[in-house]
C-alpha cells in the first residue's frame, strides 16, 4: 500500500494510517477493536513517556503527582474524540518521546550522544508524517533542541545529526513518492488542500484564537483539568518570585535548571496551542496537542513549588492539593453529568443493522465497495475495502480548487474497481450530509451516468441509497 495512491490518510497522516494496519499484516481483521487497543497503546506509552520526563528532574513521588492530571484527563474523559484512536495519538505519542529524550540531552551536559539526538530529531519529523497539525509541536522540540545541541563538546556532529535526524523520515516518504509517482499527489493532498482547508473558515488569527478558547473552556472537560493547572501555575509563579526575592536560597544550579524547564515549557505549550488554533475548527481531538505541553508544564509548576515549600509544609499542602484537584476537575464534572456512557458512540456501529447486512449480501468479504458522502463505518462494519483512495467524498463535492482533480482521481479509482456495490450516503442518516440536492452522487456527472450504466438501485436503508451493479443481481430484478 502507497500512500495517496491506495488510501488518502485526509488530514491524518500516512504514519497513522500504517500504524493501524499492524492486525492486517499478521492477517487479523482492522476493527474498532484494534484500533481502540492501538490507541490504548499510544495513549499509556505518551504517559509513560511523561513520566520518565519527570523523573528526570522530580523525585519518584512528585513524578507521580506530575502525572495525575494527565492520567485523570484520560481516565475521567467523556467525550468520543478523547476515547477513540484520534488522528493525533501517533504525533502526541512521538512527541512525548521526543521530549523524554530532550530532557536527557539537557542533563547530559557537554557529554554527546549522537544516536539520541539523531532519534530526537526523527522522531521529530516523524511527527509531520502522523498529523500535519504538529507541524509546530514539531518545530518548537528542533528549537529546543539546537542550543542543547550546541553546547556539547561535539557541537558540529550533535547539531548535523539533529538535522539528519529531521530530515530522515521525509526523505524515506520523498524516496518512496518518487518511486511510485505520488509526489504530485501528496504534494495537493496533504499539504495544499490542508493549508486551503484552514481557511475556508474565513477566521482572523484573533478569531482562531477565540474559538480555540471556546472549544477548550465551553466545549470539552479538558476544559476543568486546564482551570485546575492554572492554580497550580500561579501558585509556581508566586513561588518562583518568591525564590528569585530571596525568600529561600536554592542553589543557582538548581535554580537555572527549573528556570530551563519553565522556558521549554512555555515554547511547548505556545507551539501546542498553535496547533489547536490554527484550523480555525472546533473538533475535540485538536485538543489532545497539549496534553505533552501542559504536562511538562505541570513538572516545571511542581518543582518550583516544591523548592518553595519547606518539608513539614508540603507534607500537608499537597494531599490537599491533591483532594481540591480531585474534587474541582475529576469527580464534581462527572458526577453532574446527565450521560456518561455516549462516549462510545456505541449505537451507530452495529454490523446487524439492515445496511450493513444488505451490503454484505451483495459484496462477498473479497469484494470492494465504494460509499458516497461521510458514512465510513460501514466499511469497518462490513469489513469490506473501499473501492476508492478516498475514505468518505468530502473532497469531492466540497468547494475547492482542486474540486476538479480528486472527482477526477475518484471516477479512475470506480471505474478501475468497478465495485459491486456502490451507496450514496447522502441522506437523512447521513452524518453532516443529508441535502441530496446539494452533496448526493448525483451533483457529480461522470458518476451518475457511470451508477446510471451499470447499476441498479436495489433498496433505500436508514436514508442512503444501495445501488448493486447489473451483472450482481438475478435476471428478475435488473
Not at 177 to 187: A, E, M, S, T
Not at 336 to 362: K, T, V
Not at 464 to 475: E, I, K, T
Request: charged letters at 15%; hydrophobic letters at 50%; a positive charge.
Amino acid at each position: 500500500p502507497v500512500a495517496y495512491r491506495s488510501f488518502d490518510p485526509s488530514t491524518s497522516g500516512p504514519l497513522n494510517i500504517y500504524l493501524q494496519s499492524i492486525p492486517a499484516w499478521f492477517g487479523l481483521p482492522l476493527t474498532y477493536i484494534s484500533s481502540r487497543l492501538i490507541g490504548i497503546t499510544l495513549v499509556f506509552g505518551t504517559l509513560a513517556f511523561l513520566w520518565f520526563t519527570y523523573r528526570r528532574f522530580l523525585t519518584e513521588r512528585l513524578a507521580d503527582l506530575a502525572l495525575m492530571p494527565a492520567y485523570c484527563f484520560y481516565l475521567f474523559a467523556w467525550d468520543s474524540d478523547f476515547v477513540h484512536c484520534s488522528s493525533e495519538h501517533v504525533a502526541v505519542f512521538l512527541g512525548a518521546v521526543a521530549v523524554y529524550l530532550l530532557a536527557r540531552d539537557f542533563q547530559s551536559g557537554s557529554s554527546t550522544s549522537l544516536f539520541r539526538t539523531g532519534a530526537l530529531g526523527a522522531l521529530a519529523g516523524g511527527m509531520v508524517f502522523a498529523k500535519l497539525q504538529a507541524v509546530p509541536a514539531a518545530a518548537a522540540l528542533l528549537l529546543l533542541a539546537v542550543p542543547i545541541a550546541w553546547r556539547k563538546s561535539h557541537r558540529t556532529a550533535a547539531l548535523t545529526t539533529l538535522a539528519a535526524g529531521a530530515a530522515l523520515i521525509p526523505a524515506a516518504f520523498l524516496a518512496l513518492f518518487l518511486r511510485f509517482g505520488v509526489l504530485r499527489d501528496f504534494w495537493i493532498f496533504y499539504l495544499k488542500a490542508n493549508a486551503a482547508y484552514t481557511q475556508v473558515t474565513g477566521l482572523s488569527p484573533y478569531g482562531k484564537i477565540c474559538n480555540a478558547i471556546e472549544l477548550l473552556f465551553g466545549m470539552s472537560n479538558m476544559g476543568a483539568y486546564v482551570w485546575g493547572l492554572l492554580a497550580v501555575f500561579v501558585a509556581a509563579l508566586a513561588a518562583a518570585v518568591a525564590l528569585g526575592l530571596g525568600r529561600r536560597h536554592p542553589s543557582a544550579t538548581s535554580l537555572h535548571e527549573q528556570g530551563c524547564l519553565t522556558v521549554a515549557s512555555a515554547v511547548l505549550l505556545a507551539a501546542g496551542s498553535t496547533s489547536v488554533a490554527a484550523p480555525g475548527r472546533q473538533f475535540m481531538h485538536y485538543l489532545l496537542f497539549l496534553v505533552v505541553p501542559l504536562g511538562v508544564s505541570t513538572a516545571s509548576a511542581l518543582l518550583w513549588i516544591h523548592t518553595f515549600f519547606c518539608a513539614r509544609t508540603w507534607k500537608y499542602a499537597a494531599p490537599l492539593g491533591v483532594a481540591c484537584f480531585l474534587c474541582a476537575t475529576c469527580i464534581l464534572p462527572t458526577a453532574a453529568r446527565d450521560h456518561i456512557d455516549d462516549a462510545w458512540d456505541a449505537s451507530p456501529f452495529s454490523p446487524g443493522e439492515p445496511l450493513p447486512a444488505a451490503i454484505r449480501q451483495y459484496a462477498s468479504d473479497h469484494d470492494q465497495v465504494a460509499v458516497w458522502g461521510r458514512r465510513t463505518e460501514l466499511y469497518v462494519i462490513t469489513r469490506r475495502v473501499s473501492a476508492t483512495r478516498f475514505p468518505d467524498s468530502v473532497a469531492q463535492f466540497e468547494p475547492s480548487p482542486y474540486l476538479p482533480y480528486y472527482r477526477r482521481l475518484y471516477m479512475e479509482d470506480f471505474l478501475r474497481a468497478m465495485p459491486p456495490v456502490f451507496i450514496d450516503a447522502v441522506g437523512p442518516g447521513g452524518f453532516t450530509y443529508t441535502d441530496r440536492s446539494e452533496a448526493g452522487y448525483e451533483t457529480f456527472e461522470e458518476l451518475r451516468q457511470a451508477v446510471a450504466r451499470d447499476y441498479h438501485q436495489t433498496a433505500e436503508i436508514d436514508g442512503a441509497r444501495l445501488f448493486v451493479r447489473n451483472d450482481r443481481l438475478p435476471a428478475a430484478q435488473r
